[in-house]
């Protein structure tokens, strides 16, 4: 178990954990010394072999005193990603080992959160069985960002063909807005401009409170830098505006932070900081 918040159990989920892209190409408006400035913050991320920022792949699995709730399902097995040819048509079991880890398995899971529809978030959204694409968990609903389903209806993807359309017409999808709760303890947050219908996850159990960023901040560095653009925000500036809410919120709070991409224990509390902020594992 990686923490307790109040009554619920929060599990990491861990698929991969490798070099992504170099930070120059992730974040853009950086900078040209922004490589330096990441390794200043979070020493030993970034590989010294490729340049590249090392990045988990993973979801969080909540075990609330009525239902267990997977918050993404990372990269998956058997999906078309030649872009990122790391992630294209793999076959690993540690994603499905971490579950069985937890003590479930895929029949466990009643809800799939999905923060938004990119690949390295609903992967395991479904497998390949005999040639064809079934929800991997049987007995669970899945919950989508409303505006995420209709831009990936639209451009018809191969993640939408693979990973959503299956689970849609299964009957087990329910496409969602902002500030959806789930049961007593979970609350979908708006955190737009990384995708148009990202949201970021609030657990309350209690007094305690702790918050998944989803992909509305990549690293911690952000923290001290929200203004930095990430190469795959939708909208950049927007995401901008979502990063400084989250981080405002988080650090007026203190509330645990679980940040889905963060350096590996990816747990810790934003500090306000001189106008901006700082991340204290």
Same mark, same amino acid.
């Given at each position: 178990?990686?923490?307790?918040?109040?009554?619920?159990?929060?599990?990491?989920?861990?698929?991969?954990?490798?070099?992504?892209?170099?930070?120059?190409?992730?974040?853009?408006?950086?900078?040209?010394?922004? $490589?330096?400035?990441?390794?200043?913050?979070?020493?030993?991320?970034?590989?010294?072999?490729?340049?590249?920022?090392?990045?988990?792949?993973?979801?969080?699995?909540?075990?609330?005193?009525?239902?267990?709730?997977?918050?993404?399902?990372?990269?998956?097995?058997?999906?078309?990603?030649? $872009?990122?040819?790391? @992630?294209?048509?793999?076959?690993?079991?540690?994603?499905?080992?971490?579950?069985?880890?937890?003590?479930?398995?895929?029949?466990?899971?009643?809800?799939?959160?999905?923060?938004?529809?990119?690949?390295?978030?609903?992967?395991?959204?479904?497998?390949?069985?005999?040639?064809?694409?079934?929800?991997?968990?049987?007995?669970?609903?899945?919950?989508?960002?409303?505006?995420?389903?209709?831009?990936?209806?639209?451009?018809?993807?191969?993640?939408?063909?693979?990973?959503?359309?299956?689970?849609?017409?299964?009957?087990?999808?329910?496409?969602?807005?902002?500030?959806?709760?789930?049961?007593?303890?979970?609350?979908?947050?708006?955190?737009?401009?990384?995708?148009?219908?990202?949201? =970021?996850?609030?657990?309350?159990?209690?007094?305690?409170? !702790?918050?998944?960023?989803?992909? !509305?901040?990549?690293?911690?560095?952000?923290?001290?830098?929200?203004? @930095?653009?990430?190469?795959?925000?939708?909208?950049?500036?927007?995401?901008?505006?979502?990063? $400084?809410?989250?981080?405002? =919120?988080? =650090?007026?709070?203190?509330?645990?932070?679980?940040?889905?991409?963060?350096?590996?224990?990816?747990?810790?509390?934003?500090? =306000?900081?001189?106008?901006?902020?700082? @991340?204290?594992?």
């Amino acid at each position: 178990m990686l923490c307790k918040i109040g009554d619920v159990e929060v599990w990491r989920i861990l698929e991969i954990h490798a070099p992504f892209l170099t930070t120059e190409e992730l974040f853009p408006s950086a900078g040209p010394d922004v $490589r330096a400035v990441v390794e200043a913050h979070v020493p030993g991320c970034v590989c010294a072999q490729s340049g590249r920022l090392i990045l988990p792949i993973q979801g969080f699995l909540l075990k609330t005193p009525t239902h267990n709730i997977l918050v993404d399902s990372c990269v998956g097995n058997d999906k078309t990603v030649p $872009r990122h040819p790391d @992630w294209h048509k793999r076959s690993d079991t540690r994603f499905t080992a971490s579950l069985t880890a937890a003590g479930l398995d895929v029949g466990d899971i009643h809800y799939v959160l999905c923060t938004h529809l990119h690949v390295d978030h609903v992967g395991w959204n479904t497998r390949l069985e005999d040639g064809r694409w079934v929800p991997t968990f049987p007995n669970a609903r899945y919950l989508m960002p409303a505006a995420d389903e209709a831009y990936q209806r639209e451009h018809s993807s191969d993640l939408y063909v693979e990973s959503v359309l299956p689970v849609i017409e299964a009957g087990q999808a329910e496409l969602v807005e902002t500030g959806h709760m789930l049961g007593d303890h979970v609350t979908l947050m708006p955190t737009p401009g990384h995708t148009p219908g990202h949201v =970021s996850i609030e657990i309350t159990s209690g007094n305690r409170r !702790a918050l998944i960023t989803g992909d !509305a901040i990549h690293t911690t560095v952000q923290c001290w830098h929200p203004e @930095w653009h990430f190469k795959f925000d939708a909208d950049a500036d927007m995401a901008v505006t979502s990063r $400084r809410r989250l981080l405002e =919120s988080a =650090s007026e709070t203190g509330c645990i932070v679980l940040g889905s991409h963060f350096a590996l224990p990816s747990l810790g509390r934003v500090k =306000s900081d001189k106008g901006a902020f700082r @991340w204290e594992d």
